[in-house]
């Protein structure tokens, strides 16, 4: 909003032009973000902890684990959407097609995910919803945002599939497009959230790949660069970088409380909108192999989940002794500090190969 005003007055004061470049409200969104986190934090979890909106811990995980996170306040992601909302609204183009999409879906997720956290908090257990129920949700708000997108979008490729790492290696998935967008969204959200199980271990990565696709989505809108790095260019798609600033923002000031000891936990609320707009993001950038890999710590993670089931319905027989993997390795008897920092140095050099590949084509 303040954005479109202040174009309005760049006319009458010629200095206003600094706001025009998008480096410059990137960088914006991350500080206007980070502060409101910080100001509001302390008093958001105060308020939390008074009104007993309490996290109900998984009965059957590491013993250490259900006595160190009793009594921690949940639905920190309302923070974090607060901050990220803040952000957003200053410094981005509200014009612009891509930016109304990822705030559909990220309200949208977040809504979802608000709702799962009530039922969880209300009847003071981990279940919430069915995952029938959640996953249906998920899979229309992302058809419909779909739908939304293609409609109204310009971008003629947007149905294209792109491969890292090879130049002309380009699949055209027609129809198709619209079942890989909502799996690419549905799978995205659902990583993050079953990555968000120890203080911190979801948010670090989830500001590593915000900050790739920061880089992606500016260089992607940039003909000159796009051309340079021989990747698509996509016209208006490097606004995506000032809500990609938003997220980082907010996730930082998050992490401030949600460091080892966590004061409060993201929740659903933040967990399923954080994911799903990082999966959108890789839609709309066309970069959705290369969320793959810089994400390819939620990737593992819910990969392990999934393996976890199969073998035991098939076998009776578990792989890991806890799902998700990071449970694993505290089950193996390896400190939660241990194992956040070490997922953390994955996540880390997962994000370097992703943007690796924008160069090795």
Partial sequence: MLYLLILDLIDSYSFLNVFKYLTVRTG???FTSL????????????FFSMRQILDPIREDGPDQHIIKKIGTPTMGGVLILIGLFAGILLWGDLKNIYILF??????????????????????????????KFKLISQ????LIGIL??????????????????????IINLGWFFIPFAIFIIVGSSNAVNLTDGLDGLATVPVILVA??????????????????LQIPYIKDVGEVSVFLGAIIGSCLGFLWFNAPPAKIFMGDTGSLSLGGSLGAVGIIT????????????????AVSVIVQVISFKMTGKRIFKMAP?????????????????????????????????????
């Avoid at 502060?35 to 105060?46: A, H, K, Q, S």
């Avoid at 003071?124 to 069915?130: A, F, Q």
């Avoid at 066309?286 to 939620?298: S, Y």
């Fill in 148 to 169: 939304f997108l293609t409609y109204f979008s310009e971008n003629q490729d947007i149905k294209n599939l792109y491969f890292p790492f090879f130049k002309n290696l």
């Fill in 35 to 46: 502060l409101v986190v910080f100001l509001i934090g302390n008093p958001f979890i105060n």
């Fill in 102 to 131: 990822l705030i559909y879906i990220v309200g949208s997720y977040g809504l979802l995910g608000a709702f799962d956290d009530y039922k969880k908090v209300k009847y003071k257990n981990s279940s919430g919803i069915s995952f």
């Fill in 325 to 361: 993997i990071h449970h694993h390795y505290e089950k193996k008897g390896w400190p939660e500090s241990t194992v956040v920092i070490r997922f953390w140095i994955v996540a880390i050099i997962l994000a370097m190969i992703g943007l690796a590949t924008l160069k090795f084509r």
């Fill in 211 to 228: 900050g790739c696709f920061a880089f992606i989505s500016y260089v992607t809108g940039n003909i000159v660069f796009s051309e340079y």
């Fill in 139 to 142: 899979i229309l708000i992302a």
């Fill in 28 to 30: 914006l969104a991350v």
């Fill in 286 to 301: 066309k970069h959705e192999i290369v969320l793959a890999i810089t994400g390819g710590l939620f990737v593992l993670e």
